[in-house]
């Protein structure tokens, strides 16, 4: 054989994928062992570069997930600051209608400042403004925050002292309240004993 032939054979193995097949004479089972700890190893490396590829996947599902719902949020709560603001102004129109004399009650400009109060009432509900409804309530100290305590029902939201606001489902201002201490007991005096009456 000459060398050109043999040049040409070795490319023919080589394209054949029979390179580092053992000649004749060599121990095969070395060769095997040593490819079979190879493709463990690649087969390592690949099951680890799978892992790393699904959990960047997982995070970034995660991390799409989150700054769709913080811009969700966003949009919900943006105005929160602003109404916050507006819920004093809300408080004052409340308690000069619950101050107008009997006797001007029935003057326009009451009822113009009443239709005012309306639309500032209907414009805060169109933007997910509601009112926590607190009296006759049990406490709950994520929306009401307790002032006073009184007389009345243990744990139950006696009296309403400041209105407080939800917006859509968080939060805005807690209620203030007076919470019920518990019925106070009438205890009669019993007559003791050798008293007649």
Sequence with gaps: MNRRDASSEDELSAEAGLAGVPEEGEPIGEDIDSLKQARDEERAKAEGY???????????????????QERSDAVRFGNATL?????????????????????????????????????????????????????????DPHCHEGMLFG???????VEEMQKGYMLHDRVLRPTRVKVGKGEEEDTEEEPQEGDNG
């Design 50 to 68: 799978l892992a790393n590829w699904q959990r960047t996947q997982a995070d970034f599902i995660n991390y799409k997930r989150r700054a769709e």
């Design 83 to 139: 109404i916050l603001g507006l819920l004093p102004v809300l408080d004052d129109l409340e308690r000069a209608l619950d101050s107008v004399p009997d006797e001007l009650a029935e003057d326009g400009w009451v009822d113009g400042i009443k239709l005012i109060y309306r639309k500032f009432r209907s414009v805060l509900e169109e933007h997910g403004v509601s009112e926590i409804v607190a009296v006759g309530e049990p406490f």
């Design 151 to 157: 007389e009345g029902e243990e744990g139950m939201v």
